[in-house]
């Protein structure tokens, strides 16, 4: 269905039942906006991608609501809701979207924007619509969405909404996090996480509350990281899980135990996770260590 309604993609998601999604789109001329409802996913236009399905232009996505992740060209852009980003048909890019979230995208032909611009056009970069230039963008692309225009005037709008893009594309850039605080950042975060690792409540907002800094940056740091924050917590958590599951000081305790005292809620969770990773279950880790003998209570090794 997104192949059909853009071009050649390569989509992907962790959810294997009941997955919903909806695309609605809507011809305004030279651009079509396009409305993605769904749920998790990531979503990747490969080289692979591009060869079979060759296309210019460029794509202005708003974020209406969840939390994406747009990375392009090396650069990588955390996206809440208000905010949009930009990115290029003609090379590979990739979404990530950790739960449910709508987006409204407008496609822009290459020359209609790049004509009124000096500059290349900065992709996966954040674009603030709180105010200014940007809010007008936000407000336009909701208008057409929701407004039910006729079509000339939707038309007239989309191209009103490129004409702004690039206004605000050629205004000077706000001041960025150095690259030196950014570093320092990243540390602080992934020592936070080693030291609360088995908390329970361990979450982004509780990190950028002990950092003294918005959830907002506390995403942005972690946007250049290999893996995002709730990556990390997970694979440090599966690692010690790991450990403890083959450590004979541990073998008494039930597998239970060892995934609560790792900070894992649900034990079908820590399951699950663990065999996703690790490619068998902990009982199996605790038989491959030569543990399971240890103990005859089935509680122990449930």
């Known amino acids: 269905m997104i192949c059909q309604a853009f071009h050649d993609l390569t989509p992907d998601t962790n959810l294997r039942d009941g997955f919903r999604g909806q695309v609605t789109q809507q011809s305004l001329g030279l651009h079509d906006l396009a409305r993605i409802d769904s749920q998790a996913q990531r979503v990747r236009r490969t080289d692979a991608d591009i060869a079979r399905s060759p296309k210019s232009g460029f794509y202005a996505n708003l974020q209406v609501r969840g939390i994406g992740l747009t990375t392009q060209g090396g650069r990588a852009a955390v996206t809440h809701p208000g905010d949009i980003t930009l990115i290029d048909a003609g090379r590979p890019f990739a979404f990530e979207f950790s739960g449910d979230f709508q987006q409204l995208s407008l496609s822009l032909p290459g020359d209609v924007l790049t004509g009124q611009l000096e500059a290349p056009v900065p992709t996966a970069t954040r674009i603030n619509t709180v105010s200014g230039v940007g809010a007008a963008i936000r407000h336009t692309l909701l208008a057409i969405d929701g407004q039910r225009l006729a079509p000339s ?117 820590f399951h699950r996770v663990f065999r996703q990773t690790y490619g068998y279950t902990p009982a199996q880790r605790r038989r491959d260590a030569g543990l399971l003998q240890t103990t005859r209570d089935p509680r122990w090794t449930s």
């Open 153 to 269: 005037s939707a038309s007239r709008l989309a191209a009103h909404a490129c004409g702004l893009l690039a206004v605000v594309l050629e205004l000077p850039e706000a001041a960025s996090v150095s690259a030196k605080r950014h570093r320092r950042l990243l540390d602080a975060a992934l020592s936070d996480i080693e030291e609360h690792l088995v908390d329970g409540d361990l979450s982004p907002a509780r990190t950028a509350a002990r950092l003294d800094i918005s959830v907002r940056l506390l995403h942005q740091v972690f946007a250049g990281h290999e893996d995002s924050f709730t990556a990390v917590v997970r694979r440090r958590r599966l690692e010690q899980a790991h450990r403890d599951l083959g450590d004979p000081s541990r073998a008494r305790l039930r597998i239970v135990d060892i995934a609560a005292d790792n900070g894992f809620v649900g034990v079908t969770h």
